[in-house]
């Protein structure tokens, strides 16, 4: 069974510092990783989504790096911003058809 | 802009009641799915659909129902079997092909009052 884990469940950061965020999975054999971001009462924002033959996806500010083998991602932040505060979670498609596993997200505070 | 329109936002519920949660979808996607997020135990699924008119239980579906008349749309129904007393419900989509990736609705924060 597919466990996603993501360590720390919550962090705080001065703004403008460069973050990473981690997320872990059991089963490597995946088809896909998702970033998102929720904001609170809100619905999940896709951010990335890295396609199992990747290894990154950029989007601005936003890096996610993917390593199958040591069934790693990492979602970078580059000079954070308040607007950034949310809960960051990955969802990972392995095992089936569209067989997704989240992970319960870690929760982000940058400070102004 | 194509998206997820979840309705009502907010939804609150009498003890005994059946309620239903519209998910409405113009991405043109054929798969559905329904999440409820717990705190602490993240996204679990209730029900999903892969083509109108198929449905298929999720891991905590007792206490739900769905249907898929249309490919747009995948309504939940709440029936009063489920006793939580608050709970927020995510409907999602997905294009058809495996690692399409998901797109979400803004939720629906249901009530028991």
């Known amino acids: 069974k597919q466990e996603v884990t993501q360590i720390p469940a919550a962090l705080s950061v001065p703004e403008g510092e460069n973050l990473v965020l981690n997320c872990s999975f059991t089963d490597s054999a995946i088809y896909n990783l998702q970033w998102f971001r929720q904001d609170p009462g809100k619905g999940l924002t896709s951010l990335l989504l890295?396609?199992?033959?990747?290894r990154e996806q950029t989007s601005g500010r936003l890096n996610a790096s993917l390593d199958k083998s040591s069934g790693r991602s990492t979602l970078y932040i580059a000079a954070s911003q308040p607007g950034d505060s949310a809960t960051y979670l990955c969802?990972?498609?392995?095992?089936?058809?569209?067989?997704?596993?989240f992970g319960t997200g870690t929760k982000l505070q940058v400070i102004p | 802009d194509g998206g997820i329109t979840q309705s009502p936002k907010y939804l609150f519920r009498k003890e005994g009641q059946n309620v239903t949660l519209s998910c409405e979808q113009n991405?043109?996607?054929?798969?559905m799915y329904w999440y409820r997020q717990d705190p602490g135990q993240g996204l679990r699924l209730i029900y999903y659909s892969q083509i109108v008119n198929d449905f298929q239980k999720g891991d905590i579906a007792e206490g739900y129902s769905v249907s898929r008349e249309k490919k747009e749309s995948f309504p939940l129904t709440v029936t009063s079997a489920q006793k939580n007393p608050t709970d927020f419900y995510l409907c999602a989509s997905c294009p058809q092909i495996t690692g399409g990736g998901y797109t979400f609705g803004s939720g629906t924060r249901l009530t028991v009052v």
């Open positions: 991405l043109n996607h054929d798969a």
């Open positions: 890295i396609q199992s033959s990747q």
């Open positions: 969802a990972v498609e392995a095992g089936g058809y569209q067989k997704v596993t």
